[in-house]
């Protein structure tokens, strides 16, 4: 019986490889963030990647070019999903200073199941060349930068002038878990390593935490209430 016009497949997008159509760019995606568990950025490859996803590698290509863009793409994900946890770490009731402390764990903690984060953001974020193809949209770190400023902001007391520059908070809980993350070696001569350096890590998570906290409000505006 001849095949009718109702009856034909559905005409694949231009240029997609032949390939499995319930894989997209979220799994190639997906592969790679748990490759990056086991691999340096400059051990991928994008046969591997492809291997991992169980695709072929056309169509990785297909998505993201080559493996920079890839990558690029990558550490865009991780960024937002990085920051989706704090905005919601910060809506959770608590005083200033457990959310501070919530808001250094969650990033010193994200750092440790994604290794290879701060390079790739330094590489694909803050320092990423701009491309033709976003000449009319903003580049990575502004859109990365105002987003994370507007999180931080939650930190701060509505409709009170801050008593601190938001943007001095916003590098210090930058800057303190980057550190803590790129120089272990440091970390371990001054605390050691085992239970003993997570309880020296842990108290200078609430160090930094409480310095920043009498710089928001040095009122004592960020402390519970004493129970009644």
């Given at each position: 019986?001849?095949?009718?016009?109702?009856?034909?497949?559905?005409?694949?997008?231009?240029?997609r490889?032949?390939d499995s159509q319930s894989?997209?760019?979220?799994?190639?995606?997906?592969?790679?963030?748990?490759?990056?568990?086991?691999?340096?950025?400059?051990?991928?490859?994008i046969?591997?990647?492809?291997?991992?996803?169980?695709v072929?590698?056309?169509?990785?290509?297909?998505?993201?070019?080559d493996?920079?863009?890839?990558?690029?793409e990558?550490?865009?994900f991780?960024?937002?999903?990085?920051?989706d946890?704090?905005?919601?770490?910060?809506?959770?009731?608590?005083?200033?200073r457990?959310?501070?402390?919530?808001?250094?764990?969650?990033?010193?903690?994200?750092?440790?199941?994604?290794?290879?984060f701060?390079?790739?953001?330094?590489?694909?974020?803050y320092?990423?060349?701009?491309?033709?193809?976003e000449?009319?949209a903003?580049?990575?770190?502004?859109?990365?930068?105002?987003?994370?400023l507007?999180?931080?902001?939650?930190?701060?007391?509505?409709?009170?002038p801050?008593a601190?520059?938001p943007?001095?908070?916003?590098?210090?809980?930058?800057?303190?878990?980057?550190?803590?993350?790129?120089?272990?070696p440091?970390?371990?001569t001054?605390?050691?390593?085992?239970?003993q350096?997570?309880t020296m890590?842990?108290?200078?998570?609430?160090f930094?935490?409480r310095m920043?906290?009498?710089?928001?409000?040095?009122?004592?505006?960020g402390?519970l209430?004493?129970?009644?």
């Amino acid at each position: 019986m001849p095949r009718t016009k109702k009856d034909a497949p559905a005409p694949r997008g231009a240029g997609r490889p032949v390939d499995s159509q319930s894989v997209g760019r979220d799994r190639i995606i997906d592969c790679t963030v748990d490759l990056l568990g086991r691999r340096t950025p400059e051990e991928l490859t994008i046969l591997e990647i492809a291997a991992e996803a169980g695709v072929n590698r056309a169509l990785v290509r297909y998505y993201f070019g080559d493996l920079r863009g890839l990558l690029h793409e990558v550490t865009e994900f991780l960024m937002r999903q990085l920051q989706d946890r704090m905005e919601r770490a910060l809506r959770q009731p608590g005083s200033l200073r457990e959310q501070l402390k919530a808001r250094l764990t969650l990033r010193l903690e994200f750092m440790r199941q994604h290794p290879h984060f701060e390079r790739l953001a330094l590489a694909e974020i803050y320092h990423a060349p701009r491309t033709e193809n976003e000449a009319g949209a903003p580049p990575p770190i502004q859109r990365v930068t105002a987003r994370g400023l507007e999180i931080t902001a939650m930190l701060f007391p509505e409709g009170v002038p801050p008593a601190v520059d938001p943007r001095f908070v916003h590098l210090i809980l930058i800057g303190v878990p980057a550190f803590v993350s790129t120089a272990q070696p440091l970390i371990e001569t001054l605390f050691g390593t085992g239970p003993q350096a997570e309880t020296m890590m842990d108290a200078y998570v609430d160090f930094v935490a409480r310095m920043l906290e009498d710089q928001i409000r040095p009122d004592g505006g960020g402390r519970l209430p004493s129970p009644t």
